[in-house]
């Protein structure tokens, strides 16, 4: 294929911004102007000189030179608008926004064909671990039966923070806003919101389901207190924030995003700081760990600049499990094991445990372990975010095994970790 001279309109100079930059121009065998930046703030101090910049996004948009946007701002509804719009007028664009992907996925989707561009977004879920391409061109025909992981940088350093140096909570999330993880925003990470938005990109891809977030059920680490690092301690885990998404039968997946102890003998158990894991479960495959850095301007750069070269080569993502059509429903109705770490015997009582395997009430904090229904966490998400609790999935599989399809296989744990 014959390679069009890459010329650039880069819209954001932040952290990914400028280390895809650095990446750019320590990458020798790669070729692409960058002839614009746009960006917002007029008074800031910028590492290059003036020239290489414009605050009006015409600029990029309205040069017909230009032929391949990306986009790496902040601001996800102004990022929908400088995307839709450079579509519309034909130019592909790489994106890290991982908000703007997955509130618009389906829309996005359905403008590729319309304009025939390409759109592409490995550097919005897990930074730098090749997790979209992999679902689309290597996991195509494969009968996948989960995907789990940790995919939120910010979180995974708070977590590894309080566990291996008991640093407070709010210090931790400070020294990973300086690192440069966190968003803007940090309760998009806290709050579990931008593990979930990664998680439904994810979704589109593994499953061929284009989800609203706001089906999916989300729980972050903010509520987290040092008693919940010490119970997990004294058990020999750790916590981490894993979202979750699988077949419950033949055309039926589930997900969620919660917090979830991890034993020593696990994957993600060493998965720590900003890095990210992804662990897939498959029926040819079996299970595979993919691990890299999940947050950080060269990490993300580093993803980004693999899209830009494959847009090069006139990559586009097919949509291959979405084409194929084989999952077809969505449900909420699922069984998960949890700890309820908690102080008013009133709020345990919203939870509606069906089993009860473990209870302590102590001077600081009692704790309930039991089963409960994803649907029913999902019906208190609003109540959940005042509540004085906070819930860890123990992993324990609770639900019949997902559908075997004829494969010889030993009994499957969905909540292998
Ligand atoms: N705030 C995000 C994280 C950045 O911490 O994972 C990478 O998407």
Known sequence: MTQEKLRIGLFGYGCVGQGLHDVLNSSKGFKADIVKICVKDRTKMRRIPMTNFTFDKNDILNDSSINLVVELIDDADEAFNIVTTAMRSGKNVVTANKMMVAKHFKELVEMQSKYKVSLLYEASAGASIPIIRNLEEYYDNELLYSLRGILNGTTNYILTKMHNEGLPYAEALKEAQEKGFAES?????????????????????????????????????????????????????????????????????????????????????????????????????????????????????????????????????????????????????????????????????????????????????????????????????????????????????????????????????????
């Open 185 to 417: 925003d940090p309760t998009l990470d806290v709050e579990g919101w931008d593990a979930k938005y990664k998680l439904c990109i994810i979704t589109g891809h593994a499953y061929g389901l284009f989800l609203e977030p706001e089906q999916v059920f989300h729980y972050g680490i903010n509520t987290i207190s040092k008693f919940d690092i010490q119970y997990a301690k004294e058990k020999g885990f750790k916590i981490k924030l894993v979202p979750f998404v699988g077949k419950t039968n033949e055309n039926t997946i589930t997900s969620f995003v919660l917090p979830r102890f991890i034993s020593s003998d696990k994957y993600l158990y060493n998965v720590d700081n900003e890095y990210n894991g992804v662990i897939t479960e498959a029926a040819f495959a079996d299970k595979q760990f993919f691990s890299g850095k999940g947050a950080g301007g060269h990490a993300t750069g580093s993803a980004v600049l693999s899209d830009i070269s494959a847009n090069s080569y006139g990559y586009r993502y097919e949509y291959k499990k979405f084409q194929q059509g084989t999952v077809s429903k969505y449900t909420r109705d699922f069984k998960l094991e949890v700890y309820l770490r908690y102080n008013d015997e009133k709020d345990k009582e919203l939870f509606g445990f069906e089993e009860v395997s473990e209870y302590f009430s102590g001077r600081f904090y009692k704790y309930v372990i039991g089963v409960v229904n994803l649907e029913r966490l999902y019906s208190l998400r609003e109540q959940l975010r005042n509540l004085d609790v906070f819930i860890v999935n123990t992993g324990r599989k609770i639900n019949p095994p997902t559908l075997q399809m004829g494969v010889e296989h030993k009994e499957r744990d969905q909540n292998l970790g």
